[in-house]
């Protein structure tokens, strides 16, 4: 019988990965499941919020001849039957092998007026709830990329607002010196208040009140602060963590499930430099691939492979922030700025596209990605030893 390859999500990473198995493993069965027949530029929606509008891929236009696309949402994934359970019907999906790549569209939720761009959905909703030009005193809570990005983004379309950024870290914490001077200059220059190393005691209608007592009024919330995956993998008995990504080994195996892959946001492998992102979603997707190829022709697989490069930030649509890194995500001291720093954003955004086509396009491999250790080696500390001299 053929092999049943089940994929559970249809972003970045499970589209790279069934297209890629689409080309290796001619004689298995390929569906891949998603609650929308639209692909999502998920790095794009702090573009798509600011501008009202959300740029629209459909899924199957992505996918190769020959996998089965289905729109549902997934009810329950049944680990020990090797089965999953659609919601609102009674039809069981069955796997021999299934790869989990559903994203993280959840929020660490802090107050019940708040927004979120972390999924397709809350994007839509934002847009449909707010008329742009109403939100006059736009708060973001959360300093990392994705707040960095949004409240850039909303001031270059909306620049009579008044746009802050609240984070309890340092902001920009993960980039170098220089990249951090940067893009403190950069916010305050163009009028977006920072307030990093801060606190929010409380949130109350229209006012946060931070840690010092200082009080910020907001039309409205947009809570960048932190992601969490689909709970689906906890509630089927998955070894998960507090985002609920499913905890794997360094083949992308669940540590619970081994003919079970985790690719994305979803994954979670303990000690890694790996983190959220379409940076190491499209490698794990392409890695998955190959691996369960190997695995149906009988082959040994191999660990999943992967190294940083650098990390791209866009602000507004004028400049960007490209700060390299060495392979661990640790920052260089070397970065580039302003109107070159956006045109490459914008280049690594239409690659992430270009590759999943490419990949679906060509009758070989296309993807691919820098090879490293992706697990931190502890730093050994040596005892201190006296020398006697004579």
């Known amino acids: 019988m053929k092999p049943k390859i089940l994929i559970l999500g249809a972003g970045y990473a499970g589209i790279l990965a069934a297209n890629r198995l689409a080309k290796q ?3 298995a069965e390929i569906q ?15 573009e ?22 289905l729109q549902a949402k997934v009810k329950q994934i049944s680990p020990y039957e090797n089965s999953i359970e659609i ?88 980039f ?20 990093d190393k801060t606190k929010i005691y409380m949130i109350s209608e229209k006012e946060i009140t931070l840690e ?7 039309d409205c919330i947009i809570n960048c602060s932190g992601f969490k995956s689909s709970n689906l993998a906890k509630e089927a008995g998955f070894s998960t963590n507090a985002q609920n990504q499913i905890y ?27 983190r959220m992102g379409c940076v190491t979603a499209l490698p794990m997707g392409a890695y998955i691939a190959d691996q369960i190829a190997k695995m149906i022709r009988g082959k040994k697989v191999s660990p999943f492979s992967f190294q940083f490069v650098g990390r791209c930030v866009s602000l507004g649509r004028k400049e960007g922030l490209i700060q390299l890194t060495y392979g661990n995500d640790k920052p260089k001291e070397w ?29 070989f491999r296309f993807y691919f990605w820098p090879k490293g250790n992706p697990i931190q080696q502890k730093e050994i500390v040596l005892p201190k030893t006296m020398f006697i001299g004579t």
Request: aromatic share 10%; net charge positive.
């Open 25 to 27: 493993t001619k004689d």
């Open 32 to 46: 891949i499941v998603s609650e929308s027949t639209e692909f999502k530029e998920r790095i794009r929606f702090h």
């Open 48 to 69: 798509f919020a600011s501008k009202g509008f959300d740029k629209k891929v459909k899924i199957k236009d992505l996918l190769r001849t020959g996998i089965n696309f």
């Open 87 to 174: 919601e609102n019907s009674s039809q069981c999906l069955r796997y021999d092998y299934l790869v989990v790549a559903l994203g993280s569209s959840q929020i660490h939720q802090i107050h019940n007026e708040e927004n979120s761009i972390q999924s397709s959905e809350s994007v839509s909703e934002f847009i449909k709830k707010y008329n742009q030009k109403e939100i006059q005193k736009l708060c973001i809570i959360g300093g990392g990329l994705t707040g960095i990005e949004m409240a850039s983004e909303w001031k270059y379309f909306h620049p009579n607002t008044s746009v802050s950024v609240i984070d309890k870290n340092e902001l920009g914490s993960t």
């Open 176 to 195: 170098s010196k220089k990249g951090k001077t940067y893009l403190r200059t950069y916010l305050l220059k163009n009028g977006i208040q920072v307030f």
């Open 212 to 218: 010092d007592k200082n009080k910020l009024t907001f």
């Open 248 to 274: 794997v080994d360094p083949y992308l195996r669940s540590l619970t499930f081994q003919n079970v892959f985790v690719a994305g946001d979803s994954a979670y492998l303990e000690n890694s430099i790996l």
């Open 335 to 363: 970065i580039l700025t302003g109107k070159w720093g956006a045109v490459i954003k914008e280049l690594v955004n239409r690659f992430t596209i270009f590759s999943l086509l490419m990949e679906k396009l060509l009758p």
